[in-house]
Structure formats: structure tokens, C-alpha cells
């Protein structure tokens, strides 16, 4: 045979030894160890006695109890117990494997299945650890759980091929925890921040390897976040892609497989579908006849970077985000910011948040009640040195919109989580545009026309946006009226997508910057 292929089962067996895993040493478990060896076939025994042991001991049962802790691999899901397997506790271990170890809880066996096409005189190799952690993590866990360093290719990188893997591993890791931390909370408030969130950790696994044990987990979380949100069209993608992942990994009679293999045929039998119908498609709603890229950018909801002489889009949750999609102040959202040492951070792109007042009062400070693009409303503090006396009377009323550079999730002490604004800077009252002018060719105003405009509601101005969305194609220009202002014009025409400095109100827009 020159090679096992992909998805090949290449051992299926019965523990000869079982115990409680992570156990203190007990008379109890004493005494069921030495039973079980006792039962031994005399081959079975040598060859248990013949595996490695890193634990001391002075009789028997320690020397028992030693080699069990060395070489045992978990018997049931939850990994509450472990056993010796003659022949899957001899397969060594690399960081890098090309086979996945399991328990088959189905059958009651463990299995090790090919990840990859494993070619002749390539030797078989798992991964002993729970989670692919960077590589000082892994070398400190194997050496004190086993008893080695290990050498294998991707311990045997470069330093700087290795602080790059580390750098994804480090980021895949970070990126589970935030995926789960919201709960169904989290994908029901904000399911794009969320859908993004794997999105970015399934690039990430296949950079690190197209074969990689966790993509299944991955697609399964996009599965849940779709069909919460009413989506069975990328329900059932995701979810066929998550068992095609478990088939091969872990074996088709695989616990995974068959308790989701009838989602991935009908997505709406999971119990979150109809929780919220946000997304709402049918099950064949995908599109057809797409390129690769154009499907994956459809199936992610990925927002394409503006082309050229493209209007910024207003109504874009990446560049104008609604609250919940906004960064925490005390966390690292890596949909927002990045790093080339995992140290510092900077922001990968502008942003800028919307909302409309709806009321407002000044104590201490000025005060806010404003209403998001999504509907929902928040409180908004202002902590600059003037306290918020820095805006005109006439700026400050209910109707207007509230334009803030690089906003942040606060959780005050004292009401509901909101924003605090600290620069005055990175704020700006845009101008009122009456709802009957929405209907007019904008670009045809006349100056005395723009005078009787101002200032601009948070209606209006996404109205104004969506006109706006078929100026490419009629061709208007530089001379529309409206886009005068210098931060009106700067929301539709700044590069949101570069990031080469923090930018400020006024924003500097050259007058002929194409559009």
C-alpha cells in the first residue's frame, strides 16, 4: 500500500485497562488497577508492563498506576475517564499530526483516522494535548504530563516561523473563547460580530494547516449562529461542512456524525431555529452558478473592500457599526485591530459610529439618549474637559445625528452599558436634511436649496446613503451640493478600509476626491 488515505479508519479498539481520569491515589483505585492487570492475558501483560512510565515507584501497583497515568486516552466524551490501548498508546505524538485519536462513544472503541493522505514509511502520529496551544504551552504540558520535548516540524520551525504559528494559534485561541463568551445572547444581539468571528478562525486553521481537527467545531458554531438568526440557507452549508469534517476525522458512525447529519440535511430542526428570524432564508436559498470566492464571500456575509470611486456605504455594519457590533473598551477585538508583535495593537480599518438623539440632558456633564442604526438606545456620556459644553445649544437636539469616530463599548457603573466620549475631536453633529428632499435629484440643488437642509437626521442620512448607492452608476460628481460639507462628504468618500493614521472632525477630504 502506498499510502493511507484521507478519512481511512487506521485502528478501532477496546481498552484493556480503564480508569478514573485525574484521580488521587486512592486504596480504592489501587486495588481496581491490579485486578484489571491481573485479568491480563500474558501477552497483554508484558506488553503493558513493556509501555513507557515517567512516575516513580517502590512496588507493583505504583508501577501499575505509573504506566496508566503516562499512556492512558480518555473512554468517555467528557474525558471523566481513560484507558490503555495496546496499540493507540504506542502512536506517537507531533504537534503537527496526521491522525486524530478519539473515543467513539457509538461503539465504545477508540479510533485514530487519518487527517491526511499519510504516504509509506511516513509515521502515524496524534496529538496528546486537549488544545494546539503556541509552542512554549505545548513544551511545558508534554514535558510535564509526558516526560519529552518534542521535535516535530512545527516544533522545529525557525524563530520566526514559529512566532507567526504561535501568532495564529494564539489568535484562534482568543478567538474561540470570544465566539463562545456571549452565549446565545451574543448570537442573537450581535450574530455578525459573531459569524465573523469564525470566520476569521476558519482562515486562520487553514493558513495553519487544510486539515486541521478543529474546522469542524468551526463550521458547526457558524451552523448555530445561521439557523438562530433564521438563516437555513448557510445553515445547512456550514452543517454539511461540519459533518463532512467529523466523517473524516473521527469515523462515520462517529457520536458528532450521527446526531448532525439529519441538521445538515433539515438546519431547521435544531432547537435555536426561530429564535430569531433576522436572517430569514429558506433551506435552497443559496445562490447558484457563483465563482468560489464570490460563494465564500456570500456564505460569510463578507462585506467587499470599496473599489475606486465607490461611495462608502453607510448602512455597512464593518464601517458603521451598530452598538453592539462596537469594540469593548477593556478587550481586543481583533475584527478591529491588529498587531505585528501581539503586544501593541492599532486599529486595521477606520470606523464610525451613528446614532440619532432622542434625548438629552446636562447634570454634571451633557448627556445623551441616542438610537442606533439597529434601533436600539443607548446612553452616551461625555467626559471631555468641557463636559460636553463644546457643542452649540443649537447642535444638541433631538432628531440629530451623532457621528463618533472609533466608539467603544463602556460599561458604566451607575445605568445600562453606553458610550463615553472623551475627544471632541472624534465627534460631529452633521447637518438635517428634510425627508421630502430625499425624493429630489440631490445633486441638482441649488445653493439657496442647501441652506434650507441642515442639520441631518439619522433617517435622513441613511435615505441619503441609499440614493447615494446608485450614484456610481449615474455618474454624479464632485459638484452634488450636499457633499460640500466637508464631513458629510468624508462619511461617503474616505477610505475606510486603510488605516495609516487616527482621523479627526473636521475630516480632510479633498474637495476633488473622486466619487
Not at 18 to 39: F, G, H, K, M, W
Not at 265 to 279: A, C, F, I, N, Q
Not at 448 to 453: G, L, S
Request: glycine share 6%; hydrophobic share 35%; with cysteine.
Amino acid at each position: 500500500m502506498e499510502k493511507i488515505s484521507k478519512g481511512t479508519r487506521i485502528l478501532s479498539e477496546e481498552p484493556i485497562i480503564t480508569a478514573p481520569r485525574n484521580e488521587t491515589y486512592t486504596e480504592q483505585l489501587r486495588i481496581s488497577i491490579c485486578q484489571q492487570v491481573d485479568a491480563l492475558s500474558e501477552h497483554q501483560r508484558r506488553a503493558f508492563l513493556s509501555m513507557h512510565n515517567i512516575h516513580g515507584y517502590r512496588n507493583a501497583a505504583e508501577q501499575y498506576l505509573g504506566i496508566v497515568r503516562t499512556n492512558a486516552l480518555p473512554t468517555e466524551t467528557n474525558e471523566s475517564e481513560a484507558g490503555i490501548f495496546l496499540e493507540a498508546c504506542r502512536i506517537n505524538h507531533a504537534c503537527d499530526n496526521n491522525a486524530q485519536k478519539n473515543w467513539n462513544g457509538n461503539i465504545k472503541r477508540h479510533t485514530v483516522h487519518a487527517l491526511r493522505d499519510i504516504y509509506k514509511g511516513e509515521e502515524i502520529t496524534i496529538y496528546y494535548l486537549r488544545v494546539h496551544n503556541n509552542r512554549e504551552a505545548r513544551k511545558e504540558a508534554l514535558q510535564a504530563k509526558f516526560g519529552f520535548i518534542c521535535s516535530c516540524r512545527l516544533c522545529s520551525l525557525s524563530l520566526e516561523q514559529s512566532q507567526e504559528s504561535d501568532r495564529k494559534l494564539d489568535e484562534i485561541y482568543r478567538l474561540d473563547s470570544l465566539i463562545g463568551r456571549g452565549g446565545l445572547e451574543g448570537i442573537l444581539l450581535s450574530p455578525l460580530r459573531s459569524l465573523r468571528y469564525v470566520d476569521q478562525q476558519v482562515r486562520l486553521y487553514n493558513e495553519q494547516g487544510p486539515d486541521d481537527a478543529g474546522l469542524p467545531r468551526a463550521f458547526f458554531d457558524a451552523a448555530q449562529i445561521s439557523i438562530a438568526n433564521g438563516d437555513l440557507a448557510r445553515g445547512r452549508i456550514f452543517a454539511e461542512r461540519a459533518v463532512s469534517g467529523w466523517r473524516t476525522d473521527l469515523g462515520g458512525d462517529s457520536m458528532e456524525v450521527i446526531k448532525h447529519r439529519t441538521l445538515a440535511r433539515d438546519p431547521s430542526k435544531h432547537e435555536l431555529y426561530g429564535v430569531s428570524m433576522k436572517w430569514r432564508t429558506t433551506v435552497d436559498e443559496a445562490p447558484r452558478g457563483l465563482e468560489p470566492s464570490d460563494f465564500e464571500d456570500w456564505l460569510w456575509k463578507r462585506e467587499k473592500p470599496k473599489q475606486p470611486g465607490q461611495l462608502a456605504d453607510l448602512r455597512s455594519h464593518a464601517t458603521f457599526p451598530g452598538f453592539i457590533d462596537l469594540p469593548d473598551e477593556n478587550d481586543v477585538d481583533l475584527d478591529f485591530y491588529e498587531s505585528s508583535d501581539m503586544v501593541t495593537y492599532r486599529p486595521r480599518r477606520h470606523w464610525c459610529f451613528l446614532g440619532e438623539i432622542v434625548d438629552f440632558a446636562t447634570l454634571l456633564r451633557l448627556q445623551m439618549e441616542i438610537k442606533d442604526v439597529d434601533g436600539r438606545k443607548i446612553p452616551l456620556y461625555f467626559y471631555t474637559d468641557d463636559r460636553g459644553s463644546e457643542l452649540a445649544p443649537a447642535q444638541v437636539q433631538r432628531g440629530y445625528t451623532v457621528a463618533i469616530l472609533y466608539a467603544q463599548r463602556h460599561a458604566f457603573k451607575f445605568c445600562e452599558p453606553g458610550i463615553r466620549h472623551e475627544d471632541p475631536r472624534m465627534i460631529k453633529v452633521p447637518q438635517q436634511l428634510p425627508i421630502y428632499i430625499i425624493k429630489l435629484d440631490l445633486c441638482s440643488l441649488t445653493k439657496r436649496d442647501v441652506t434650507q437642509i441642515f442639520p441631518l437626521s439619522l433617517h435622513k442620512l441613511l435615505a441619503l446613503n441609499d440614493q447615494g448607492a446608485g450614484w456610481n452608476e449615474k455618474g454624479h460628481k464632485a459638484n452634488c451640493k450636499l457633499l460640500k460639507d466637508p464631513d458629510l462628504r468624508g462619511l461617503f468618500v474616505l477610505k475606510w478600509d486603510v488605516f495609516d493614521n487616527h482621523i479627526r472632525f473636521p475630516l480632510q477630504v479633498a474637495e476633488d476626491s473622486e466619487i
